[in-house]
C-alpha cells in the first residue's frame, strides 16, 4: 500500500530514553521526520498518551521533547526484530531542549537524500 501522508522520513536509529513522566525506557528510533519519529519497543503506551523523549543524536547531543503517541502495533519480544513497524509512531507536541540540533540533524538527512 501506497504511502498516503506527504512526510519526509528518514531511516535513522538514534538511541533515546522514553516515559510518561521521566525518560527512563531505553528504546531506539526507526525513522525520524520533522513532526515526529518512529519508536520501536515492546513497552507501548496507549495512543493519546504524552510521553516525555531523551532522544540522543550523533556527536552526542541531547534533545528532549514531549511527544504524543499516535499509533502503536504491538509485537511478541521475540519477533520484535523480524517485524518492520514494532513499536509507536510519535509527533512531536514540543521541544523542551536541543530543538535547533535536532532541525540541524534533520536539515543534513534532507541534504544528503
Given amino acids: ?40 519497543t515492546t513497552n507501548l503506551c496507549t495512543p493519546g498518551t504524552r510521553i516525555q523523549i531523551e532522544l540522543t543524536l550523533p556527536g552526542d547531543d ?10 502503536t502495533k504491538k509485537v511478541p519480544p521475540q ?5 518492520k513497524k514494532s513499536g509507536m509512531g510519535i509527533k512531536i507536541m514540543k521541544f523542551i531542549a536541543g530543538e535547533e540540533a535536532y532541525r540541524h540533524f534533520l536539515a543534513e ?3 544528503k537524500s
Fill in 62 to 71: 541531547s534533545v528532549f521533547l514531549e511527544g504524543m503517541v499516535r499509533w
Fill in 1 to 40: 500500500m501506497a504511502e498516503k501522508r506527504d512526510i519526509r522520513r528518514h531511516k535513522k536509529r538514534l538511541s533515546l530514553r522514553f516515559g510518561t513522566d521521566s525518560p527512563s525506557r531505553l528504546a531506539f528510533t526507526e525513522d525520524v521526520s520533522d513532526h515526529g519519529l518512529f519508536i520501536k
Fill in 109 to 111: 538527512l534532507h541534504e
Fill in 79 to 83: 519477533m520484535i526484530h523480524l517485524v
